[in-house]
């Protein structure tokens, strides 16, 4: 088990079936299960007996290295399962069939280095985090992760067991560190105003501003912005510090940008009272001073009747 579990299984559909081959060639499974009656058995025999093992010198051949290099591609695991073409030309009844039993590349079929700058493991392809999980560089294209190790395996020793086997199919990736740098800084800058809006228009419904993010938040984001630039600025590569330090620098804007929600009013409603209340401002002062005017005529224009000059008919009349 420990040499199927070591032999590498990366890239194709062929790398995995060469695998089981190669460990039954190189431990000599055919004798063991010859000497134990196990041949006509499918799950403890699976087909060893009958197995063709290639010398070195057939492996080294340019005729084996055709096969092998050519099968990687058209076997290629980005499909769940092999193609007619990979059938017909190389897990089928075909020439290169025999070339199963020699041991695969120890290199990935798109060559490519981990987030942390190594390259990934040659028997499953994978890269492996500080948590131990399996899986692609972050900036891939495409990426798959399979567990090779099926309960149904044949033969019984290529089983499901307490340490999975996996398989991961990556393409697209950064070939380099300083290709991976690059990608991400291309790609956030490409993206972070967009991202921004985004995030904006989430936080802004999930705090009732029915009219839309307000101006603190949208000052807030631009500094956001600006803080993650610097921040590319400054990284020289694409580790796992790299992802959590973005994901901390942005959690930190989405909480002060909450924040900011319920402390300014609605940007739009705050721009349509603003004019309404000059309006009304105004409208007020101008009626006060008119009514202010109207006063003061009223009381030049409208004699006292306390000071009355009394003419000689009115005198007469009194």
């Known amino acids: 088990w420990q040499c199927w579990r070591d032999a590498p299984k990366h890239s194709s559909h062929w790398n995995v079936v060469s695998s089981v081959v190669y460990c039954s060639c190189r431990e000599d499974m055919a004798t063991l299960a ?5 041949c006509p058995s499918v799950i403890y025999g699976g087909g060893v007996c009958t197995v063709q093992c290639p010398s070195e010198s057939d492996c080294s051949s340019q005729e084996a290295q055709t096969c092998i290099h050519t099968c990687q591609k058209l076997c290629h695991s980005a499909v769940p399962s092999p193609s007619p073409d990979c059938m017909a ?3 089928g009844e075909s020439s290169c069939r025999y070339f199963l039993g020699c041991k695969t590349p120890m290199f990935t079929a798109s060559p490519f280095v981990c987030d942390d700058g190594l390259w990934p493991e040659a028997s499953s392809g994978c ?3 500080a948590g131990g999980q399996h899986g692609c560089p972050k ?3 495409a990426q798959s992760v399979w567990r090779v190790d099926r309960a149904q395996n044949i033969p019984w020793w290529t089983r499901w067991n307490k340490e999975p086997v996996y398989q991961c199919v990556c393409s697209g990736c950064p070939s380099s560190s300083e290709d991976a740098i690059s990608r991400a800084r291309e790609t956030l800058q490409a993206n972070i105003w967009d991202n921004g809006q985004v995030m904006l228009v989430d936080i802004a419904r999930r705090e009732g501003l029915a009219l839309g993010p307000n101006r603190r938040m949208q000052e807030l984001m631009a500094e956001r912005n600006e803080a993650v630039l610097l921040f590319l600025a400054k990284t020289n590569s694409v580790s796992a510090d790299f992802g959590n330090e973005l994901s901390s620098l942005n959690s930190h804007y989405a909480k002060l940008i909450t924040a900011a929600a319920h402390f300014e009013p ?11 209340r000059e309006w009304y401002g105004e409208v007020i002062g101008s009626t006060l001073c008119i009514l202010f005017v109207m006063a003061v005529v009223a009381c030049c224009c409208i004699p006292n009747r306390n ?3 009394m003419s000689p008919v009115t005198a007469f009349s009194a």
């Open 34 to 38: 010859k000497d134990t009656d196990c």
């Open 89 to 91: 030309s190389c897990l």
């Open 127 to 129: 890269c492996i985090d």
């Open 139 to 141: 900036l891939c294209e």
């Open 266 to 276: 609605d940007a739009v409603e705050a721009a349509i009272q603003s004019p309404l």
């Open 307 to 309: 000071s009355i000059t």
